[in-house]
């Protein structure tokens, strides 16, 4: 259960703010979700903030499907003592976030990577300055069908193997001979999905650089992805670790082969203390700073802060250490 946080302070915010810089770095996934509709895990948790009768208006986020449960929990947290305030979030993905975050559309947008140069570019042509502020960590899980009692890890090279462009794997026993030859179902994040770009780069060697051959089914929905490899004895797929820890009833999880050469799976364990890789990352928001001055963007933007690692251990996110949660905090 989360501690109850109380946000204090005047509603009268000072703002000095430097605008982050965009990185050069490694997009994620469609359909529009508000935050009352939950394709989150349940949240038990109870956070409060104090309420202000002078805290009105809408705040619009869009972006990442795999920050998608954090900040819908952070939002249905905020608005239960601030019910003057609506704070839709939808789930475009990391890429679609970006184009409706630089076009002005959006007061913050969520992202499972940094932002790209050529993004960053668009934004500052579009005279959109930002903060980037890092929001939890996520482990991105490799996984397969229950009924699959013959993969227990997989290496990079062999993840490779599967995914790279032009694959010539069809079968299992393509992978490894001693495999059954049965055909792969590959299930793929699409490619607005920051998860997409973060799996293709760290296993392809490249951002977007993937298969697609009538053997991958690509979807923006992680959720999809969930129901597509329960319901495929030779599925396999990858998204954040959040969504395995929901539905890891009816999907299995692959250990990964780290660069240390030790089988590893995926936990809050394992990706804080970094044998988990190389498939453990942080996730990102950004918040544009001319909402920033708007009192109830303000507000919820420390109240997210203040609250993100108690909301992210709840929803299956593994919370940021304490020195580099107050650096992030230190940028507001």
Do not use: H
């Amino acid at each position: 259960m989360l501690k109850r946080a109380v946000l204090v302070g005047s509603l009268a915010v000072v703002l000095t703010v430097v605008s982050a810089c965009g990185q050069a770095n490694n997009g994620s996934g469609n359909s529009n979700v508000t935050g009352g509709q939950s394709a989150s895990p349940n949240v038990t948790a109870t956070a409060t903030v104090e309420p202000s009768a002078n805290l009105s208006g809408a705040i619009e986020i869009d972006g990442s499907s795999t920050v998608f449960p954090l900040m819908e929990a952070v939002a249905e947290e905020f608005s239960k003592e601030n019910k003057d305030v609506r704070v839709p979030v939808g789930v475009s993905g990391t890429g679609g976030g970006f184009k409706r975050f630089c076009a002005g559309e959006t007061d913050i947008s969520n992202a499972s990577r940094p932002i790209k140069a050529e993004e960053a570019e668009t934004c500052k042509a579009a005279g959109v300055e930002y903060i980037e502020l890092k929001a939890t960590y996520d482990g991105l899980a490799v996984i397969v069908n229950p009924q699959n009692d013959w993969v227990d890890q997989l290496s990079v090279e062999e993840l490779n193997a599967i995914f790279k462009p032009e694959s010539t794997v069809v079968n299992w026993s393509d992978v490894r001979p001693e495999w059954p030859s049965e055909k792969i179902e590959i299930f793929s994040p699409g490619a607005d999905s920051g998860t997409f770009d973060y799996f293709t780069e760290v296993i392809n060697g490249k951002a977007q650089l993937s298969r697609n051959d009538n053997q991958v089914s690509f979807s923006e929905d992680d959720n999809v992805l969930v129901q597509g490899i329960a319901g495929s004895k030779n599925g396999i797929g990858y998204f954040g670790l959040a969504y395995y820890e929901e539905n890891k009833d009816k999907i299995k999880d692959v250990a990964i082969v780290n660069e240390e050469g030790n089988a590893v799976l995926p936990s809050q364990e394992t990706v804080m203390d970094k044998s988990y890789n190389p498939l453990g990352r942080p996730l990102f928001i950004y918040v544009k700073k001319t909402s920033y001055e708007r009192p109830e963007v303000a507000a919820f933007t420390k109240y997210f802060m203040d609250n993100t690692n108690e909301l992210a251990a709840e929803v299956g996110y593994i919370p940021l250490p304490e020195e580099m949660l107050a650096e992030e905090k230190a940028k507001l």
